[in-house]
């Protein structure tokens, strides 16, 4: 290799207007050809301000020597590019930022719904069916013993927060909202919980208390405890009860305070909470099922 052959470096793009910096590893085809990196993402700040370009080490024109070089690339890059917000790498020897994990995510995601093919290329109960086999296998989720999905269920809840996914990627008002349709569909489809009946609730609730598991498995005091933090985090976030105004508050109590309900057995006619005392002092069956609402 002569002083005039191509070479293998690491290089830092730095402007003179800012304080964004770029590391990178470049190959070249002829010695000292003109090159100022590759950027994608960040290529506005190329084309907005005045990049500088420092070598910072060559290596050798081999396999190995570039190899080695994307090893160093990756050592400079990586306590810098989910930190610094200064620094303008998006991708670390093939570790994306959290940032373009989140584009890449979301796009491929709509990518996919667009095109209608993974699992948007299944139907409602395709996806009810597949989901039957997999218990039926024991695959999957359904391979998975109570331990390992709550282990598993908190490490993709926290890194769903770590990289604002999923419903950490929501505003509260857009949580809220799709919360309410989410409901409304799973309601109209009969989806989840509102696919069984009130037999079966109950088969199901009885179950759980028989063999000690979910809500089932917390003592009172876990319980009321539960309550307290949940009654906290709610007045903490203004979600649940503390995103309702009093105006609001005062419409639904008199809205819910002209509605009448008629008891099923007797006939007597009142509002919902006044039916269900009449029918708890008389010994009358209390389920949604024993009383109808009249207007």
């Not at 090159?35 to 024109?61: A, N």
């Not at 809840?157 to 990627?169: A, M, W």
Request: some cysteine.
């Amino acid at each position: 290799m002569t002083s005039q052959s191509p070479r293998i470096y690491i290089y830092k793009i730095t402007f003179e207007e800012v304080l964004y910096y770029y590391y990178g590893v470049h190959k070249e085809k002829k010695f000292d050809e003109y090159y100022m990196g590759s950027p994608y993402t960040h290529k506005w700040c190329w084309d907005f301000y005045t990049p500088k370009k420092q070598i910072l080490q060559l290596f050798d024109v081999t396999n190995e020597g570039w190899l080695e070089a994307q090893k160093v690339e990756k050592r400079l890059i990586k306590p810098f590019y989910n930190t610094d917000k200064w620094c303008l790498n998006e991708h670390c020897g093939g570790e994306f930022s959290i940032e373009h994990q989140k584009r890449a995510g979301k796009n491929g995601g709509n990518r996919a719904k667009e095109l209608g093919i993974g699992i948007h290329s299944l139907t409602s109960q395709e996806k009810s069916q597949n989901g039957k086999k997999a218990k039926e296998l024991g695959v999957g989720i359904f391979s998975m013993d109570a331990d390992e999905l709550s282990t598993a269920g908190k490490k993709g809840g926290s890194k769903s927060k770590e990289l604002g996914v999923g419903v950490h990627s929501q505003t509260k008002e857009q949580m809220t909202k799709n919360g309410k349709i989410g409901g409304k569909i799973a309601k109209e489809l009969k989806l989840g919980f509102n696919g069984f009946t009130t037999e079966q609730r109950k088969e199901h609730s009885k179950k759980l208390y028989e063999n000690g598991i979910g809500i089932a498995s917390l003592s009172k005091e876990q319980l009321k405890e539960n309550a307290k933090k949940s009654h906290e985090i709610q007045k903490k976030n203004k979600t649940g009860i503390y995103s309702i105004t009093k105006e609001e508050k005062r419409e639904t109590m008199k809205k819910t305070n002209q509605q009448r309900w008629e008891c099923c057995e007797t006939g007597y006619v009142s509002t919902a909470a006044g039916v269900v005392s009449y029918q708890k002092g008389r010994g009358i069956d209390t389920s949604k099922s024993n009383r109808r609402r009249i207007s």
